[in-house]
């Protein structure tokens, strides 16, 4: 399918029966929306991000709709260690026995300012949370995904090297970089979907603190983008990979 095809795409209700999909930053606004929406699919949700009330009222929803009892995993990715993401591997491992979906969604931007006058400790910052954490935390996680019969890692990409981006533009830009290098080092024999998906602008707090002045109801809802990434996650989409979807 092509991406705008997507943005109708009506999944069948089991999509996800029985595969066990971790989400980062999943109480955020697409974060939260996709894990009710794979809960509501039949799908085990690990719900990852580094507010444990946060985290609970998502989980309370998940429970609320009927959807399998979901699992809380507080993380804050600014500090995590190589350490962590393995601990977190194991965890996972231990109750669950392998990984089906990992969804890199995550993110932190900072704000928006000229390269010239860029805070060295806030470019640390974003480049750990949009950058090193996914790397981290892929390849941890990597032997349970493969464990499973049909895994699937999608990316929250974002076309945003452009000025004034500075930390966030390049960690994205990078963060594409390994989607391309992953999803090579897994077709053929090695068989893993990795793909990204570019919403383009949506209706979130991130959107609304770099643009305080533009009126919200302009932009898509997070409801309306996340066919793409339920599709990406599903047999639907087959040995479809190394594919970063535009949908604006």
């Known amino acids: 399918m092509i991406p705008q095809q997507l943005l109708t795409y009506a999944p069948a209700p089991d999509l996800l029966k029985d595969r066990v999909i971790l989400v980062t ?6 974060g939260r929306v996709l894990s009710l929406a794979c809960a509501a699919h039949g799908a085990t949700v690990i719900l990852l991000d580094k507010v444990i009330k946060s985290l609970e009222k998502v989980y309370d929803e998940i429970e609320t709709a ?3 009892q979901p699992a809380i995993y507080p993380m804050n990715l600014e ?11 194991e965890n996972v491992g231990n109750e669950f026995g392998r990984l089906d979906g990992l969804v890199h969604n995550a993110a932190f931007v900072g704000y928006l300012t000229p390269l010239k006058h860029y805070d060295l400790e806030l470019w640390a910052r974003v480049m750990t949370v949009n950058l090193h954490a996914p790397f981290l935390l892929t390849h941890a996680v990597l032997p349970l995904l493969e464990q499973s019969p049909d895994p ?6 974002h076309d945003c090297q452009k000025a004034y981006w500075g930390g966030f533009g390049v960690a994205k830009a990078g963060l ?7 999803s090579k080092e897994y077709q053929g024999d090695r068989k893993m979907r990795v793909n ?3 919403t383009g602008p949506i209706r979130s707090q991130l959107r609304a603190e770099q643009y305080p002045g533009e009126d919200p109801t302009t932009l898509a809802t997070p409801e309306e983008v996340i066919g793409p990434y ?4 599903g047999p639907d989409a087959g040995q479809t990979t190394g594919q970063n979807l535009k949908l604006a």
């Open 79 to 89: 500090g995590a260690t190589a350490k962590d993401y393995q601990d977190l591997a």
């Open 176 to 182: 594409k970089g390994l989607m391309d290098i992953l």
């Open 66 to 68: 009927g959807g399998p």
């Open 152 to 157: 699937s890692v999608v990316f929250s990409t």
């Open 25 to 30: 930053g999943s109480t955020g606004s697409i």
């Open 230 to 233: 339920l599709y990406l996650l």
């Open 196 to 198: 990204g998906v570019d």
